[in-house]
């Protein structure tokens, strides 16, 4: 029931910004490029602070904002086909980089099938982005979305991490091309339309798992 309500009270924050943005829908994808690139760095951050302070307050603080009780051992994570390595923080974080790049071409390319970028457009769009990110991550703080054993190296806690990373990858990358097709065509009702139907995926699937 807890999780039930904390999603939908999540979900009426967004689309309650998404409405009062007036901007353009990809702000959504924006947004969930944000959550993947941050839950990356906040792991990574959270681990090397538990194990450089031994301060027992510091310590305990970090437990408190996450689950330190992983569901059964953490799952297999993206390899370096050319060391055999589990990929660490640099590889994750190239990865994503990636897909920002190639996001960000798709998610400006106009009817006329020309890269459209307004430099004050894009500030006003991102700091809506940043404030549906800011309503997600305070979410996922405030009741432990992120999961970290600090027993385990980086590469484990990305892993225990990655199919919420995965889905998000999936559902931006699919909105990209989605979006970057309609607004090629001139389908404007029917991006927000497929963006809201990303948006019901994450928060269906957050469901499905118990997550908060």
Do not use: C
Not at 79 to 85: I, P, Q
Not at 116 to 128: A, G, R
Not at 183 to 188: A, I, L, P, R
């Amino acid at each position: 029931m807890r999780a039930l309500i904390v999603n939908i009270v999540t979900l009426i924050s967004v689309i309650l910004s998404l409405w009062y943005s007036r901007a353009n829908p990809r702000i959504l994808i924006f947004a969930f490029l944000m959550v993947m690139l941050i839950r990356i760095v906040l792991i990574q951050l959270m681990l090397v602070l538990y194990r450089k302070y031994t301060s027992e307050a510091v310590r305990d603080f970090l437990q408190k904002i996450v689950q330190t009780s992983p569901p059964g051992p953490p799952p297999q994570g993206m390899y370096d086909t050319h060391t055999g390595k589990e990929v660490g923080f640099g590889g994750s974080m190239l990865v994503l980089g990636s897909l920002v790049l190639f996001t960000f071409f798709l998610t400006h390319v106009n009817a006329e099938k020309e890269l459209d970028f307004q430099f004050p457009v894009f500030l006003y769009e991102m700091k809506w982005a940043l404030w549906i990110f800011l309503i997600y991550e305070l979410k996922d703080l405030i009741w432990k979305g992120i999961i970290i054993d600090f027993n385990l190296p980086a590469e484990k806690n990305f892993a225990y991490n990655a199919a919420e990373i995965v889905l998000l990858a999936v559902a931006v990358l699919l909105g990209s091309i989605l979006a970057a097709f309609l607004q090629t065509s001139g389908n404007n009702v029917y991006t927000w339309v497929m963006l809201a139907s990303l948006l019901a995926i994450k928060h269906i699937s957050e469901l499905v798992k118990g997550r908060t």
